[in-house]
Structure formats: structure tokens, C-alpha cells
């Protein structure tokens, strides 16, 4: 087997493309990923126009002055805005790709928000050449636009409990800079039973005296809930999120695993299915195996090269990464078996590839045309599709060695948790698929 | 084994699913032997030689020799184009297990005339230097019986002439060989006995004179051959 791992080594030599790819592969991949995750802009930029005149920003809502500035700034938050003093000035930035989308505040905003008779128009442009893009920045401005929504309705809220309060327990309103002393509905109450007392006993008045005496106590006492009420209908429904399943692996530290995981199944899915229908093409197998060597030690040879290659490649490329990424490197003990046991998974069904297809190029193909759907099956998340096509995925993925390569990896780079489990799964894959390999060689000669 | 026969094999079967390219059949070669095996295109050649190399395995039947004795030539170039002439066999000589690897590499440069060669990689070589190569690698262990299948097929005349100078030099020196052809021509040139495959039997087996005269031809070897062929209902 070592004589057969130093031609097969001899023949990578010679093969100075297929080596550059594998060098420059991994190399171009993570620093594509590095610059992209920790360089890109973490913010979409939008191109921002404020039309409403300065001085209409702050308005005077229940006798308090509101600046709407303040909510326009938690759109900021979300976004990189670019501002621009006009619609087409936006409109073209839209067009030329400078910006994501626009975001355009017309002039009657704050009016509008202040009359409280009609809602408030904002305009949004976007390309929506892509319905990925599209639905992003929908998504995020229909967010932001939420939150800003939100906290306007908060505001008007406290203004509405405050105005019941008022008229609740009574005290000072101011109108149109003239002061108002309101009774409030408490006083009132209290007033009119107070002058029942002084009426005489069969006072014609006392009736109707009573009847609205009762209706001051009745909305007194009501109106104490109506606090409580109005907070509710300003936030109906708070989020209180609990995760069940999965960890907390930030999204750059995951990209980092399925990063990790493309490139560990490419590089070993083609070079194990590759060298084994490459000796086959050479006519050599017949010559082999007639003694010189068995056919499960030219499958352990085969998967050793494929494996260790990508093991390799797949390191160098998480070094790589480290660069941009923060990497746990005192897990790196648990990155290497992650990889082994991932690149002996590929490589076990790359071997099944290459026995089955028995030609280079036939290998080459399927590889390829089995590694792509399958990683893009693994990476569905649960609940995006119905039940039922979602354990079909679930089980199809299963079957290979992508998805249970990524849990092993995102366990061992971002402490997910699952590694045992992931690593039984790719053991009991890499004994199916040996075994297919094996009996595949039945036909190979 | 029977007396001075260096190779049998017996009762040699093959099926491939409904198909029997081999019915039963048993061969046998002696030491210094040429024996060539002859018959029309799917008559079960090259897979008798294969079995025989241990490259295939029978249904049933058995042959004298462990596949290691035997050395192999295959119809098509089994060598690695990427690896030098050299490196091919010294390859081949680690995994057969030969003693002092680079003399055999040597030896079998010299007894090839490659030695010229030996740096190039194998796939810059023309067919005739490719085919030689094959056959070094195949005598590498120095065998006692040496399979080859269609070995001149990609030649040209000179090549072949050459080559079959080289393979009378190892009959001289003991070495019982076994080739196939579809050149009739070549048979009864080169090999002292003829074996007849058709449609997986054993059709006939000894001299070139005595198939001739199984059809009574006055004839050339070719035309008696198809006449014989023709007799026994292929």
C-alpha cells in the first residue's frame, strides 16, 4: 500500500494543475469568506431623503412636543444611510447600484403623524432584479420601519393614558398655550355626593344628581384599568425567545463550518473517486489485484490519499479563515477529528463513486452532481417547508456525509454541542459506503 | 500437473450472468512452450487468459499456479502514464517483491532496449515503446509461464518482429508461453501448438499441421482455419 500511495503522490506531482487547485482552492475560498464575513458591510447602505422641513421635525401632540428625528434615527441603526438631498438623486443611486435601496420621508410626514387622521407615508425604492435581494431589503426596511412604528405608537400611547389620567383624577392641561384646570371624573364623584347630602330628601334633582354621580364613579373606577389596557394594545405581543434545539452559533462562526465542510467534500469526493477510476482507466487494476495487492487495501489506499489530502487543505483553510474570523484554537484537537472523520466520510462514498462510474470524468460529474443537491438539502432549515418534505430532506441528507460533517465541525469549531453523535453517524456512513466501494470493484475490471 | 507441463489449467468455467463465455475448459503449457490461442472475436480468449493471471475469477475449474507465478501481459498497456518508464517498473518491482529492485529495473530496460527511454514519462511513448513496457513489466518477477493477450495488436511490422524475437528468447530459455491473437498468420508462425477457442469450448488443440489436415485442406494455415471453424458448426 505505501508503494501505491508514493505513485499516486508521484502522479499529483505531475499534475501541477489539479494540485494548484487543490492549493489554491482552499486559499481563495477562505480569504472570499474571511473578507466577506468580517469586511463586508455589516449594515445595508440605503440612500436616505429627509423632505420634512427641520422645523416641522418636533410636534406638539397632547400638549407635548415630540421630535421626530429621535424615531427616524432607530432606522439608522439597521442601515448605512446615505443621504442624498432629492427623490432622483436616491432614485438614480438605486439604479447605478451605489445602494441597496432608498428610503425617501416626504414633506407632510410629521403633519400627518400629528393630525393622527391619516396614516403616514414613507417611500421605499429597491432593484428587485433577484428575489433573494428583493425580499432582503424588504425585509429589513419592513423591520426598521416596524420598530419606528413601534416606538411612535409607545410614545402616543403614554400620551393617551396620560390624557386619561386627567380626566380620571383631574389636573392642569395646557391648549394652545392657554391652562385648563380639568376636575376629573375622582372630584367629580366626590362633589356630587356632597351636594346629595345637601339636597333636601325628596329634592327633585336628587335622582338625576345620583344617576350621574354613580356614572363618575362607575368611569372613575373603570378608567383605573385603562392603563394597563392601552400598554397592552401598544405592544400586544411581546417576544420571549427560547431556543430548543441547536445552539447559539453566531452566523459568521456557522458560515465558517459550511465553508469549511464545501470544501472538505469537493476536494475529497474528487480525488478518491478520481484515483480510483484513474487506475482502472490506466488498465492497471487487472494488473493489481491478481496478487499484488487486494482490493480492499487499494480502496484503504485510495481513501488514505483522498482523506489526508483534504484534511490538510481543509486545515490550511481554517487557518486561513482564523485570520478574519475569531477561531477557538484551543478547540483545534477537536477541529482535527471533525475534518478526519468528515474527510473519511467523503471519502468512503467518494470510492463508491469512482467503483461505480469506473471513468475519471463519469466520477468527476457525479461527484459533483451528487455533492451540490446534497448540500443544499442539508442546509434547509426546519420549518422553511412543510413537515413532510422537510423529514424527506432531513432523511435524504442522512443518508450522506455532508450533513452530519457539518454538525461534527460546527461542534468542534463553535462548541455546539453533538460532536459523539455526529461522529457515530459518519462512522456508521463510512462502514455503508466501504462497504459499497468494496462490492462496486466486483464490476470495476 | 502432468509431466514436464509448467501451467494446467482444468475444467475452466466462466459465466456472466446468461452468457458462458467459458465452457469447461482446460489447457495445459510445458517448459520452452509457445502456445497460442486462437479463435473468432467473443470465443472466450482473453477472459481464459485472464483467469488464468488471476485477474478474473472462474465459476468453476482450476489452475496449477497461484496468479503470482504467472506473469501478465494485458491486451491493453496497463501502465501509468504520468510515471516515467522507470518508475512504472520499479513500481511494479516493490510490489511484486523483487529482491534488488533497481537491478531488475535494469535488466528489464536492457532486455527491452528502453534504456534510452527510461527517464520519459510512458504516455510520451509511441504504442510499440508502450507495449513494451507492458511486457517488461510483465516478466519483472521473471516467470516460468508469461500470459500474454493480443500482444501485437498495436504494432507495426517491425515492432512485432522484434517483439517476437524477444519472445522466442525466453521460450529458448525455458519459459512456457501462452498468447492470444486473431492473426492466424502470427499463430503458425510463432507457436509450436495452436488451441482453438469458440464460443467458450475447446475446439481443438495441438500442430498447425494437424488442424490442416482435420479439414484435408492444401491450403494456407487461415483459410484451414475457417474451413475447421466452419466444420464444427461456428
Known sequence: MRWLLVKDLQILKRSPLLVGLLVVYPIVISVLIGLALSKGPSKPRVAFVNEVPPAANTIQLGGEKIDTSKYGQQLFNAIDPVRVDTEEEAVQKVKSGDVLGALVLPPDLTNKLASGLEPAHVKVYYNAEDPVKARFVQDTITAQVQKANAAVRKKLTKIAVGYLHLINQGGQFSFFGRDFDVLGLAKADAILGAVLKQLPKNSPVSPEIAGVQRFAKVAHDNLDLSDNVLQTVGEPIVVDQHVLRGGKTPLDAFAVAVAATVSLMFVTLLLAAGSLALEREENAFGRLVRGLVSRTALLAEKGFLAAGAAFVVTLVMLAGLALFIDLAWDRFPLWMVAVAAGAFGFAAIGLAIGGLTREVRAASLMAFMLGLPIAFLALIPSGSVSQTLYDVTSAISAMFPFKPTLDALNAALNDAGGLGKALLHLALLIAAYGALARVSLRRFG | ?234
Request: aromatic fraction near 4%.
Open chain 2, 1 to 234: 500437473m502432468s509431466d514436464g507441463a509448467l501451467l494446467e489449467a482444468r475444467g475452466i468455467s466462466k459465466r456472466f450472468g446468461e452468457r458462458e463465455a467459458l465452457r469447461g475448459v482446460s489447457i495445459s503449457a510445458s517448459r520452452g512452450e509457445i502456445v497460442a490461442i486462437i479463435g473468432p472475436n467473443g470465443a472466450g480468449k482473453t477472459t481464459l487468459l485472464s483467469i488464468i493471471a488471476g485477474s478474473q475469477q472462474s465459476n468453476e475449474g482450476d489452475v496449477s499456479r497461484p496468479a503470482g507465478e504467472v506473469g501478465w501481459v494485458p491486451q491493453q498497456a496497463a501502465v501509468y502514464g504520468k510515471l516515467t518508464v522507470s518508475e512504472n517498473l520499479r513500481l511494479f518491482a516493490r510490489l511484486e517483491g523483487c529482491g534488488d529492485v533497481e537491478a531488475v529495473v535494469a535488466r528489464m530496460l536492457r532486455q527491452t532496449g528502453l534504456e534510452e527511454r527510461a527517464d520519459d514519462q510512458v504516455a510520451t511513448l509511441s504504442g510499440g515503446n508502450r507495449q513494451r513496457v507492458n511486457i517488461a513489466i510483465g516478466l519483472l518477477a521473471q516467470p516460468e509461464v508469461l500470459l500474454l493477450d493480443e500482444p501485437s495488436a498495436a504494432l507495426d511490422p517491425r515492432q512485432r518482429e522484434r517483439l517476437w524475437e524477444f519472445i522466442r528468447a525466453l521460450a529458448e530459455a525455458g519459459t512456457a508461453v501462452l498468447f492470444s491473437t486473431h492473426n492466424v498468420a502470427e499463430a503458425e508462425r510463432n507457436a509450436h501448438r495452436v488451441i482453438v477457442l469458440a464460443d467458450g469450448e475447446l475446439i481443438f488443440q495441438g500442430g498447425t499441421r494437424e488442424l490442416e489436415a482435420q479439414v484435408a485442406s492444401n491450403r494456407d494455415f487461415e483459410t484451414a482455419f475457417v474451413e475447421f471453424l466452419h466444420k464444427k458448426g461456428h
